[in-house]
């Protein structure tokens, strides 16, 4: 998935691994292991997407974004809430990086 993600949408396109919990109609199957969602991660780093992040795990290091040229945090995520956010002017305020998307 990860290939063709790369090949046909690009290397910038978000990718967003969501962890699934148990709730109302559906509680007989566990929780997503944050070793599977990590995992994922890595395949699609590995696959050269630039930007991936994992979701549902609260205080996880990559519910954050991260710069794909210096790996400083972008944008810091805790849960749903936006605690910092580094791009200034469509760039990665430490290496100037352009940050390609929709910033106003």
């Given at each position: 998935?990860?290939?063709?993600?790369?090949?046909?949408l690009?290397?910038?396109?978000?990718?967003?691994?969501?962890?699934?919990s148990p709730?109302?109609?559906?509680t007989?199957?566990?929780?997503?292991p944050?070793?599977t969602?990590?995992?994922?991660?890595?395949?699609?780093?590995?696959?050269?997407?630039?930007?991936?992040?994992?979701?549902?795990v609260?205080?996880h290091?990559?519910?954050s974004?991260?710069c794909?040229?210096?790996?400083?945090?972008?944008?810091?995520?805790?849960h749903?809430?936006?605690?910092?956010?580094?791009?200034?002017d469509?760039k990665?305020?430490?290496?100037?990086?352009?940050?390609?998307g929709?910033?106003?």
């Amino acid at each position: 998935m990860c290939e063709w993600i790369k090949q046909n949408l690009g290397q910038d396109v978000p990718l967003h691994f969501s962890r699934f919990s148990p709730a109302y109609k559906l509680t007989n199957l566990p929780s997503t292991p944050v070793e599977t969602l990590e995992k994922a991660y890595e395949i699609a780093k590995t696959a050269g997407l630039n930007y991936v992040t994992i979701g549902n795990v609260p205080g996880h290091k990559y519910n954050s974004t991260f710069c794909p040229k210096c790996r400083r945090r972008l944008i810091h995520r805790l849960h749903f809430q936006v605690l910092e956010n580094n791009i200034v002017d469509k760039k990665c305020k430490f290496c100037g990086y352009e940050i390609p998307g929709i910033w106003n």
